[in-house]
């Protein structure tokens, strides 16, 4: 029976997503809220929520909550037994701790059974992967990125510096490949107002490389966590699924990350993401390895002065020696709330549809709200390609990319990690081994409790089922 | 005469009644929960961990905590800056805006601005100013010759960063309830005063600060409760970093509640922080009240 | 007091321009940051003369209902002030005018309840709300709010219902005034300028209060103080959104602060007269 209805709402929803007007609405007198955030993927959509009432007679209200308290209120509202909210908007780090504790529907079978309507073959598998827990789709993604480089292009361009560079450094200036050259060009551009660079005196200050090390919104984890992937190393050991980012490539990492203190900011300490890619926004910077989520503004004039002065450039990261490290991947995703009715579940799926739609999706690009996207037809388009010219780095770094950690403990780590990482860049803490030891003891100290199974079963990342054949 | 004032206080008793009745149902739930949870293993973000009852565990994690420990000392320290110059602040700038001066009301509404901007946008504003590279701090520091600091990004000036934002934002307080009292108080003893040839500071130091001591201390015991709860700014300046050099209590309440999820921890932090106000306040309570019965 | 004389007055202008200066410039930060445009929101050093841009308050009123956040704080804030004025005063009356031994322990009651830490009850106040339906309404925030009030108001007043004069009160009651007619017509209006002060002291504290208004609110009674936060999204901090949010909602604080500044007035000249 329950079958046979959701069968009935599919064939109507088909229908009317195929424009048949003479279709009733299927959802008509459904109401459906969004928890969600006032970030590009969400503002791009609230105003045109009309159009999907129109289309399926659901009536959409996104609400938009601060970043900082989001996931308190989500994981408030996921256990209550009655939803508030239907749609939750959720960062793709979240997923493995809202999925352990339930709270989100399980799309798999959904976006199988709609396989051929949603494209399912045109989004990046990872980041279908990203959304995923045991297995399960439990979320699906609405804004996809990466962790790339953004360098000013004009500078690396400019044969006098190249020269420059060559003569100091030994080999061709260029987007680097590993963390050491990487460096170099950190400080090669590390340079004072009044200095020349490009042939031109520096209006500001230039710096080498601008990271986060803020504790603010966990930022500095945000900055390790792909420096330590890329360094080789990984969250959890394989043997018993404890914290293991004590070992030889987690202390490069930080100790890393320390080494280019002399070439940020000043303000390192307190840098948040914003602040950060600020300087690379504004021309101060020559180089930031970053989320691609910002990468949009740095060939906006109207955002970003590097569109008026310079160049921005982007390429894959860097990895560590050179060695085919893959890529840091993330996904900004919609889900279901578990607790929602058959009716609400299909048109709240009706509406993920809908707002993940390749139309809507080349609307957005084409209106200027691309930022980064999912869809390989969208990211390899030409035209698009040609305006946003990180696309190209966003579909071909994603073929060999690693997702985000999606531990059901991940806010414990990030915290952690965040406190005692600062800790030893602030100079309070004094090797990275400490640092890092006193973050994984303390994580360690929670996992203990769990039985070797379980802590082996989170850190299982079982391919997404939605994509078995 | 006796029958008037017993008939007085059980009118007074009605309307006593009615504010703790209200009070008890709103805050009762409430407090049973807290106390409830502080006795448990509870979790709310991970349902799948046994709510089961750990007795004192709680409590006993929270007093060996090393963390929690360092939270009260870095509380309390933030409250002795911020309350002690709150305090000289408010007052002094009351007796400016309490002069017989035109423009003077003006002023006063002005200066009340800071209180009305939300601690957590008040931390973004200050942000604005602390940035090391691209604040204004130290560009008009730079202006007079003086080189900046790095106002929220060194262990050394965080603290006084977080004080700092605070004072701004809550010396108006003391100063418009300091303010309100200097209007009420009664004239009779300064023209005493002023006939006996007194200056205005011995006027100031013996007759009005006497008197104004009832309202200063009513305004400095919710302005200690208050910063011994501060928690908006930090939240956004600098979410307790440099390294933990400005983590508070509330903060440590915030992250066991919250971001670890150990509801049970963070009502017993709640508790003992609860107690230790308690104790600070009600040592403040006796010596004022000594101070009361040597007045009269 | 008396007048003071031109050389006190001159001394007085300068402190007070000082004190002006220091607490004012950060508001004219937020004034002049929500016209910046975002490209120069940061530059060292920061920009001070720039062509103003009026798209932060725009996008504030055309890309969300804002008005209608406004309007939820303010019924929230002025419901709170209300109730919170009105038994907080009675409260503290009585406790001033009670001589009892036991009464310092009420009043201390009442006073512990401001200083447990309100991260532990949001959750409990969410359950509670949750199971009346009162989630998101304005109602749900006054009543948390008020809770919070009351204990302020009631140690304000008490502070200054303990300096008015028994005396007074005793010679109106002599004149054939009843209890509760003494304290309307004689006592209440000797401390309004407490009153005033918490007044003041309420609507500010609902006005800005930050974690309960996220927690217990959606979009159909989100306060302000969210709706500008909101602003802080993953991908950016909108600066210039949240500095033009953040000035528009001074207005109406300034507003009822300037309201009761004739109170503070009116005290003043009522302690004249006594």
Redesign the interface.
């Known amino acids: 029976m329950g079958r046979m209805r959701t069968l009935a709402y599919a064939v109507a929803l088909c229908m009317a997503t195929a424009g048949a007007a003479m279709a009733e609405k299927p959802f008509e007198g459904v109401e459906l809220k969004m928890l969600g955030i006032g970030d590009t993927s969400v503002t791009r959509l609230a105003p045109i929520v009309g159009e999907f009432e129109a289309l399926t007679g659901a009536k959409v209200q996104i609400d938009m909550f601060p970043y900082p308290g989001l996931v308190d209120k989500i994981i408030i509202e996921a256990s209550s037994d009655s939803p508030s909210y239907q749609l939750l908007w959720v960062d793709s780090p979240w997923v493995g701790m809202l999925g352990e504790a339930g709270a989100l529907v399980d799309l798999t079978d959904l976006a199988r059974r709609d396989a051929a309507d949603i494209k399912l073959d045109d989004i990046i598998p990872i980041q279908l992967q990203e959304n995923t827990w045991q297995g399960q789709l439990l979320a699906f993604p609405a804004s996809g990125m990466t962790w790339l480089n953004q360098y000013r292009a004009d500078l690396f361009e400019n044969p006098g510096e190249q020269a420059a560079f060559k003569a100091k450094y030994g080999y061709d200036l260029a987007a680097p490949t590993t963390w050491d050259q990487y460096r170099d060009i950190a400080e090669f551009f590390t340079r004072k107002k009044g200095e020349n660079a490009g042939g031109k005196p520096l209006e500001n200050d230039l710096y080498g490389a601008s990271q986060s090390y803020s504790r603010v919104q966990g930022a500095i984890t945000h900055d390790y966590f792909p420096f330590m992937r890329s360094f080789g190393g990984d969250y959890w050991d394989p043997q018993t699924g404890l914290c293991a980012m004590t070992g030889e490539p987690h202390i490069k990492a930080a100790e890393y990350m320390k080494s280019l203190i002399p070439f940020n900011p000043p303000d390192y300490l307190g840098l948040m993401w914003d602040i950060q890619s600020g300087y690379m926004e504004r021309g101060e910077a020559a180089q930031a390895a970053y989320w691609s989520v910002r990468s949009v503004r740095l060939t906006n004039p109207a955002e970003a002065r590097l569109a008026e002065i310079g160049k921005a450039g982007f390429a894959a990261n860097p990895t560590d020696g050179g060695k085919p490290e893959p890529t840091y991947t993330g996904a900004l995703s919609f889900a279901i709330n578990a607790k929602v009715s058959d009716k609400e579940k299909e048109a709240a799926w009706a509406f993920i549809k809908w707002s993940t739609s390749e139309d809507l999706m080349r609307r957005f690009a084409t209106e200027g709200n691309g930022v980064s996207q999912f869809r390989k037809a969208i990211l390899a388009d030409p035209d698009l390609q040609q305006k946003y010219p990180y696309y190209k780095v966003l579909l071909d770094s994603q073929a060999n990319a690693k997702r985000r950690i999606f531990h059901p403990f991940y806010q414990d780590v990030e915290e952690t990690f965040g406190v005692e990482l600062n800790k030893f860049m602030a100079g309070e803490t004094a090797t990275a081994a400490e640092a890092l030891t006193t973050a994984c003891n303390a994580v360690n100290s929670r996992l203990k409790m769990f039985p070797v199974e379980t802590r082996l079963r989170w850190i299982n990342d079982v391919p997404a089922k939605v994509l078995a054949d | 005469m006796a029958y008037q004032a017993t008939r007085n206080r059980r009118i007074f008793v009605l309307f006593l009644l009615p504010v703790v009745a209200v009070l008890f149902l709103t805050t009762i739930y409430p407090m049973l929960y807290a106390g409830w949870l502080s006795f448990r293993n509870y979790d709310l973000a991970k349902p799948f961990i046994p709510r089961i009852f750990v007795g004192w565990a709680n409590y006993a994690e929270i007093l060996s905590s090393g963390t929690f420990l360092h939270a009260l000392v870095t509380t309390l320290k933030l409250m002795a800056m911020t309350l002690s110059i709150q305090l000289v602040l408010g007052v002094g700038i009351a007796l400016l805006v309490t002069q017989r001066l035109p423009g003077m009301g003006v002023a006063r509404t002005l200066l009340l601005i800071p209180m009305m901007i939300s601690p957590v946008i008040v931390g973004l504003v200050w942000l604005f100013l602390y940035f090391p590279e691209l604040g204004y701090l130290n560009y008009f520091l730079s202006l007079v010759g003086l080189s900046g600091v790095g106002w929220i990004t060194t262990t050394t000036w965080a603290l006084w960063a977080i004080a700092i934002a605070d004072i701004w934002q809550w010396t108006p307080f003391i100063m418009m309830g300091t303010a309100a009292a200097l209007h009420s108080l009664s004239p009779e003893p300064y023209e005493a005063a002023m006939i006996d040839g007194n200056s205005r500071w011995d006027v100031f130091w013996r007759v009005t600060l006497p008197q104004l001591k009832p309202v200063l201390i009513s305004l400095m015991f919710l302005r200690a409760i208050d910063a011994f709860k501060i928690y908006d700014i930090i939240f956004v300046l600098t979410k307790g970093g440099p390294g933990d050099s400005t983590e508070v209590l509330s903060m440590f309440i915030y992250r066991e509640s919250f971001t670890f999820w150990r509801m049970g921890m963070g009502a017993a932090a709640s508790f003992v922080s609860l107690a230790i106000i308690t104790v600070l306040v009600t040592f403040f309570f006796k010596s004022l009240n000594r101070d009361r019965s040597a007045l009269e | ?4 004389s031109t050389r ?2 001159i001394l ?2 300068l ?2 321009a000082v ?2 200066i ?6 004219y ?2 004034a002049s ?1 929500s016209v910046k445009p ?9 920009a001070f003369f720039f062509t103003p841009t009026w798209e932060h308050y725009h996008v504030l009123f055309t ?2 209902p804002f008005l209608k956040f406004i309007g939820n704080s303010l019924i929230v804030a002025l419901g709170s002030t209300a109730i919170s004025l009105v ?2 005063s ?2 503290a ?3 001033s ?2 001589r ?1 031994r036991r009464m ?1 322990d ?1 009043a ?1 009651w ?19 709300f ?1 199971t009346a339906g009162l ?2 309404t304005p109602l749900a925030l006054i ?2 709010y ?2 919070a009030n ?3 108001v ?3 007043m ?3 219902f ?2 008015v ?1 028994s005396a007074l009160e005793e010679a109106a ?1 002599v004149d054939g005034y009843g ?2 007619e003494t304290f309307w017509r004689v006592t209440l209006p ?2 309004a ?2 009153l ?2 918490s007044a ?2 309420c609507f ?1 504290f609902s ?5 309960f208004a ?2 217990l609110t ?2 159909r009674a ?1 306060t302000a ?2 709706a ?12 210039g959104r ?2 033009a949010g ?1 000035f528009i ?2 207005i109406p ?2 507003v009822f ?2 309201t009761c ?1 004739r109170w ?2 009116r ?2 000249t ?3 007269v ?1």
């Open positions: 007091m008396n007048k003071p006190q007055a007085v202008y402190l007070l004190v002006l220091v607490f004012l410039t950060p508001i930060l937020v940051s975002a490209p120069i929101m940061f530059q060292k050093p920061p890309e969300r038994f907080g009675l409260a009356y009585a406790i005018r009670i009892h310092n009420v201390f009442i006073l512990s309840l401001r200083m447990f830490p309100p991260i532990t009850v949001v959750v409990p106040y969410y359950i509670i949750k989630l998101d009543i948390v008020s809770t009351i204990p302020l009631v140690w304000l008490k502070g200054f303990d300096e004069p009651m209890i509760i000797l401390a300028p407490g005033a002060v003041v002291f500010i006005w800005n209060e930050f974690l996220l927690m959606g979009s989100q103080t969210v500008v936060m909101s602003f802080w999204s993953s991908d950016a901090v909108q600066w949240i500095m953040s909602i001074l604080g300034v602060v300037l500044q503070l007035v005290g003043l009522m302690g004249s006594k």
